[in-house]
Each structure stands twice: as structure tokens, then as C-alpha cells.
């Protein structure tokens, strides 16, 4: 028997990616999307496939299965500061009743549940790099708060969860991650610097520049959630990419890859925005045997091939 995986948020950009990866490994996929910013664009080419099914719910509410779940992949949540700012009760929501109903599905079926989780959890870290054994310099009030502690308080109960009730839980920390499905109006760097960039609008930079970011492609993130489910390791794990650097640095290099003629502006930078982040992935390198193999240039130039394709 094919075992079952279910991916909530599966029609966004990771999830759906997700999703096709899973189905190639031969595992029966369903998903789950209520649409809140996940596009069914990202999965109608699977829509078909004999061993996928689409739900379309929000997690927030109860959803049981007749048949069994055999690993749970927790994906629903907005994820850029445009969303959550705009969306701040249902991010919260998400990361709190989403979990937790992800759970006790997990305990009905005695389920496999991994948790995105992310770097954000790590807030504008005084620790540079970031390991996993850093707790955070997060600010809760903050505008980027719901977001953050939507995400701390879901590793919180998916550690609660797996010490009463000993489900087998992971998490994952995912850092920046990038490649094609990104929504064209993320808000988030890759996409606001390419789309400006393929426009020869102005890229704009916030601050000076000077903050530095580590962009992972979608494969190696993929294969590196993929490592983790099926290892044994309980507690947070950060998947990303190492090589760090600076937002100018990288509004250079998207302009050079587009060939654009956009000028660099720069604009206020936004509350409690992380100044540095970088993530350590010893641990991911030691137990999971990963580290990432897409350069920066080659994911980039697939991620603005499918841009140009899909730009307004």
C-alpha cells in the first residue's frame, strides 16, 4: 500500500513543490489550501495525477480521514511581511489552531508531522550565524511579531505534543528560499528585485543595503525537508543556504542576470527587519548528510526564466 502524505498549504510555493516531489517518490499526496495566498495554478498540473487529491479547507477548522495518514506536512501560513501585516489574526490562527488540529490528526493516526517553521523564530538575531541552539531576539508586539511567534508558539506544541503524547514530530527552520511558483506580489526580495528589475523599474533597497540574506533554490530545500522526515532527528533543524550576502550585493546581481536598466533607490528600513541571516547547518551536514548544490547564479537564472514567463 501506498503511503499517504498530507501537506497543508500544498498550493503555495513550497507546498506545491512539495507535493510534486512526493508524488514522484511514489507517495499518494493530498493537499489542502483554502486560497488565503497559495494559487491553484501551482498544482494544476498534478490535479490529475491518480494518486493526488485536492481539498480545498481551511486548517484552521476540524477535518478528519477515513483512510490513513501515514506523515503530515504542516505548510499553511502566510509567509511575507505583505501578507501577515495584512492578515495578522489569520497568520496567528494558523500557526496556533492550524497546528494544532495538524496534531491531533497526527495522534488519530499515529502520523509522522513535520512543522515549517522558519528562520523569522530567530528574530534580528545577536548570534551570527544562526544555530538551532539560539533562542531569538524577538520582538512580540512588533509588526512582525504575529508571524514570528505564530511560528515559535507552533514548535512550541509540536514539542508539547511529541513529549505527552509521544507523536514523532520534526521541524524544519527554513531561511530565504527561492525559485519558480514565488508569487510575482510576494513582497520579499526575489521577487520584488526581479520583477522591478525585468520591468527596468526602479529596484528598491531598503536601508543602506548593508543587511545580509542566504538564499536556498527550492530542490535543495525540498530534498533537505525530505532528509529530515525520514531521519530521526526530533528537535528544530535549520535548512538553508549558507553563503551570505548583502541585499545591495544581490540587487547588483539580479540586475546583471535581467541585463536590466534599472536604477538601485533606496528607501526607510522597515521595524524590527533583520539586519543579518545566515544559517548554521552543521547539524543539518552532520545527521542529514545535506547541504545545498544549486549556486546562486543557476537558480537564479532558472527563477527568472519562469518570471518572464509569467510576468504581467
Known amino acids: 500500500m501506498k503511503k499517504r502524505v498530507l501537506i497543508t498549504g500544498g498550493a503555495g510555493f513550497i507546498g506545491s513543490h512539495l507535493a510534486e516531489f512526493f508524488l514522484k517518490k511514489g507517495f499518494k499526496v493530498i493537499v489542502i489550501d483554502n486560497f488565503l495566498t497559495g494559487n491553484i495554478n501551482n498544482i494544476k498540473h498534478l490535479i490529475n495525477e491518480k494518486d493526488f487529491e485536492f481539498i480545498e479547507h481551511n486548517i484552521t477548522k476540524s477535518i478528519t480521514f477515513k483512510e490513513r495518514i501515514h506523515y503530515i506536512l504542516h505548510f499553511a501560513s502566510p509567509a511575507s511581511p505583505i501578507d501577515y501585516s495584512k492578515l495578522p489574526i489569520q497568520t496567528l490562527k494558523v500557526g496556533a489552531l492550524g497546528t494544532y488540529i495538524c496534531l491531533g490528526i497526527a495522534l488519530a493516526h499515529k502520523a509522522r508531522f513535520l512543522l515549517a517553521s522558519t528562520s523569522e523564530v530567530y528574530g534580528d538575531p545577536t548570534v551570527h550565524p544562526q544555530p538551532e541552539t539560539y533562542w531569538g531576539n524577538v520582538n512580540p508586539i512588533g509588526p512582525r511579531g504575529v508571524y514570528d511567534e505564530a511560528k515559535r508558539y507552533a514548535e512550541a506544541i509540536t514539542m508539547a505534543y511529541h513529549r ?146 509569467n510576468i504581467k
Open 164 to 309: 505527552v503524547h509521544k507523536i514523532d514530530t520534526r521541524i524544519v527552520r527554513i531561511f530565504n528560499t527561492y525559485g519558480e511558483r514565488m508569487r510575482l506580489q510576494d513582497g520579499r526580495v526575489v521577487p520584488n528585485f526581479i520583477t522591478q528589475a525585468l520591468k527596468n523599474k526602479p529596484i528598491t533597497v531598503y536601508g543602506d543595503g548593508s543587511q545580509t540574506r542566504s538564499f536556498c533554490y527550492i530542490s535543495d530545500l525540498v530534498e533537505g525537508i525530505y532528509k529530515l522526515l525520514f531521519s530521526k532527528i526530533t528537535t528544530p533543524v535549520n535548512i538553508g543556504n549558507p553563503d551570505e550576502l548583502t541585499i545591495l550585493e544581490f540587487a547588483k546581481k539580479i540586475k546583471e542576470l535581467t541585463k536590466s536598466k534599472s536604477k538601485i533607490v533606496f528607501k526607510p528600513l522597515p521595524k524590527d527587519d533583520p539586519k543579518v541571516r545566515q544559517p548554521d547547518i552543521t547539524l543539518a551536514k552532520r545527521k542529514l548528510k545535506w547541504s545545498p548544490k544549486v549556486s546562486l547564479d543557476e537558480g537564479l537564472i532558472r527563477t527568472i526564466k519562469w518570471f518572464k514567463q
